[in-house]
Nanobody, 119 residues
Framework: EVQLVESGGGLVQPGGSLRLSCLTS????????MTWVRQAPGKEIEWVSS????????AYLDSVKGRFTSSRDDATDTLYLQMNNLKPEDSAVYYC????????????RGQGTQVTVSS
């Protein structure tokens, strides 16, 4: 059974940083592209970033480029999202998905972790 467990969210002031984690199990993590998506209240779910196997081919939503970095640790089956210089518009529930950038919409996701950026 595929399991994805996100953590690391919280309340942070604008300009602050958070590091999200996604601990996975039930599949061969090292063989899987992985994706972060987010959903703000009243808005559609939005792709944020994808990273290929061995960390290659990372891609980002334009609005987070230069601020967010996806990485992965294949030894611990964990995906990370380092978020710097956070803005209020980054507030959302963040989910990880076992998918690449072209097939994330219906892919299995975790329960999500809430990120709130507010002063």
């Amino acid at each position: 059974e595929v399991q994805l467990v996100e953590s690391g969210g919280g309340l942070v002031q604008p300009g602050g940083s958070l590091r999200l984690s996604c601990l996975t199990s039930g599949f061969i993590f090292g063989n899987s592209a992985m994706t972060w998506v987010r959903q703000a209240p009243g808005k559609e779910i939005e792709w944020v970033s994808s990273v290929g196997t061995r960390g290659f081919g990372a891609a980002y939503l334009d609005s987070v480029k230069g601020r967010f970095t996806s990485s992965r640790d294949d030894a611990t089956d964990t995906l990370y999202l380092q978020m710097n210089n956070l803005k209020p518009e980054d507030s959302a529930v963040y989910y990880c998905a076992r998918a690449g950038s072209s097939n994330w919409l219906n892919a299995p996701r975790g329960q999500g972790t809430q990120v709130t950026v507010s002063s």
